[in-house]
Nanobody, 123 residues
Framework: VQLQASGGGLVQPGGSLRLSCEASGSIISITSMGWYRQVPGKQRELVASIASDGTANYADSMKGRFTISRDGAKNTVYLQMNSLKPEDTAVYYC??????????????????WGKGTLVTVSS
């Protein structure tokens, strides 16, 4: 399985960015996809996740500013980030919980990580 993230970059405070992450490869179903972020010297933290039924979960500090959504047909998750603050500067990582077939038997795994995409909020 592969995760291809895009959409990071430099934005001014108060601006917006939209991250995308597409999962591809041996996938029969996706349980959950999400976004985490990490700054140097700190632990990776949850930004938001979305389950296969569309149920979204947000970190408290992102509620009201960030919106996670998914396109099941494209195995893609999006993160719309509005009202960005300098403290949102981080490397954002896509995360996947998914199932695949192995010898006709479904196998489900958690926490597959994509390469991060850097978001810099600065004037």
């Amino acid at each position: 399985v592969q995760l291809q993230a895009s959409g990071g970059g430099l934005v001014q405070p108060g601006g917006s960015l939209r991250l995308s992450c597409e999962a591809s490869g041996s996938i029969i179903s996706i349980t959950s996809m999400g976004w985490y972020r990490q700054v140097p010297g700190k632990q990776r933290e949850l930004v938001a996740s979305i389950a296969s039924d569309g149920t979204a979960n947000y970190a408290d500090s992102m509620k009201g500013r960030f919106t996670i959504s998914r396109d099941g047909a494209k195995n893609t998750v999006y993160l719309q980030m509005n009202s960005l603050k300098p403290e949102d500067t981080a490397v954002y990582y896509c995360n996947l919980d998914w199932c695949y077939n192995k010898y006709s038997t479904p196998i489900c795994q958690k926490d597959y990580w994509g390469k991060g995409t850097l978001v810099t909020v600065s004037s």
